[in-house]
Structure formats: C-alpha cells, structure tokens
C-alpha cells in the first residue's frame, strides 16, 4: 500500500441496505480505500455510499455521516451493521437512531458515505487516524462516483463520531486540501482526554468508557497495557 496515494479507491461493491438486521431494497456501495494510521502506516479501510436515485438534476453534495460507534470488537462497523450484521439487542436502538439520521441525509439529495474510522484493528479514539481515514472516505468516495473536488463537503459527528470530525477537520489543510470541506457539525466532544478521564471518574456509566479509550489507545500506538 505504501505505493498508493492516500484515498485511492482498492476495490468496491454493492451491498443490499440494511434496517437493523433486515435488509431492504436500497441499493449501497461498500468501498475499500487505502488511508494512513496514527503512527503514519498506510492501511485500507471502508466506507458504505448510499446515494439518492438519480443522481441526475440535482447539484450532488456529500455527508461524511460519522457514526458515534464505539467499537472494540467489530460487531458495530458501520460497514457491518449496514449491510445487515447484528450489533446486539444493547446496540440495536442506537444503530436504528443512525440510520434514520443517514435516510434524512439522503431523503435531501446528499451522498452520505459512512467510514469506519476507527480503522481496520478498531483503535477507538486515536483521532489523527480516524481524521485521516474521514478524509480518505471522502477522496475514495469523490473518485468512485466520478464527482470533483468541487463538491462540496459536510461532516456529521456525535460523540466517538466527533473525534473523527474534529481531528478530520484540523487535518484537511495539510493532509487532504483538495476537498472541499464545506461545513463540521460535533456535538458531544471528547476534547481533552485527560479531563475526560477525572470528568468520569467513578461515575457508574461513563467510567466504563475509561478501559475502552485506554485499550483502543493502547492498540494504536502498540503500547502493551498487560503489566498494568
């Protein structure tokens, strides 16, 4: 992969839609693309393309839809819950909450393409990868449906969602300044992950999120957590 540019399109197929676990008779586009990790490695990724029916007559324009999945054991992909796979009954009411989000993207005529951005080995909340892997979906998913750098481009992202729209968004001047970054929407932000940590600490919901960051850190960097 080190041979080729960042967001250049791998390999791509269709996929039936899903709602839940129930496929529907939308048609998709799963799309492999080659992006960049945190410590700089190249790596492939995938991004899901659901684009409204036809294309034609309307100025076509892009969401980078970021999922606020939290995922360390890949049952929760976008790639894979969108294409039927069960995230489990604890995860069902927030994939179905998403997807109703990416329908009313694309009942307004958007492209929404939905990256999993936390890379291939789930490195959760190591946030220059998943800017970079934002970024790539965008490049993949311009050059597979033929479309400029002119389109313009909106990133959506809440929560887990939001490290990836941030970090995209502070990385588009150096590392992708061809997009035609348009707009960013976060809500829910993890800014500080030191403060986050004392913020949660001890809470009975929320610290629960203190091993999952540590751990999904730990893999990006290749920091062994095991003596502690």
């Known amino acids: ?7 250049t399109v791998l390999s791509s197929k269709p996929i039936s839609l899903a709602l839940g676990t129930f496929p529907t008779p939308v048609t998709a ?34 969401v980078g839809y970021l999922s606020f999945y939290d995922d360390l ?10 294409a039927g796979g069960d995230a489990g009954a604890s995860n069902e ?8 989000l990416m ?3 694309v009942a ?10 936390e890379g291939p080995h789930l490195h959760w909340m190591a946030g220059r990868e998943e800017g ?13 449906l033929g479309l400029g750098d002119t389109t313009q481009v909106a990133l959506s992202g809440y929560s887990g969602g939001a490290v990836a729209a941030d970090w995209a968004s502070e990385l588009a001047p150096t590392y992708a300044p061809e997009p035609d970054l348009a707009a960013v ?44």
């Open 103 to 105: 329908a009313f993207y």
């Open 185 to 228: 929407a976060e809500g829910g932000i993890p800014v500080d992950y030191a403060h986050l940590f004392s913020y949660v600490d001890g809470d009975k919901v929320y610290g629960a999120a203190m091993p999952g960051m540590l751990l999904g850190l730990a893999r990006a960097y290749h920091f062994p957590l095991g003596h502690y």
């Open 132 to 144: 970079q892997s934002t970024l790539d979906a965008i490049r993949a998913t311009e050059s597979a």
């Open 93 to 100: 009411s927030e994939s179905e909450e998403e997807e109703l």
């Open 73 to 82: 054991g890949g049952e929760c992909r976008p790639s894979y819950t969108l």
């Open 29 to 62: 586009t799963q799309i492999t693309y080659r992006t960049t990790d945190q410590l700089g490695h190249p790596e492939a990724d995938v991004t899901t393309v659901i684009a409204p029916s036809p294309l034609s007559g309307v100025v076509p324009r892009i």
């Open 108 to 117: 307004n005529g958007w492209i929404v393409t939905v990256p999993d951005y």
């Open 1 to 7: 992969l080190a041979s080729v540019a960042p967001g």
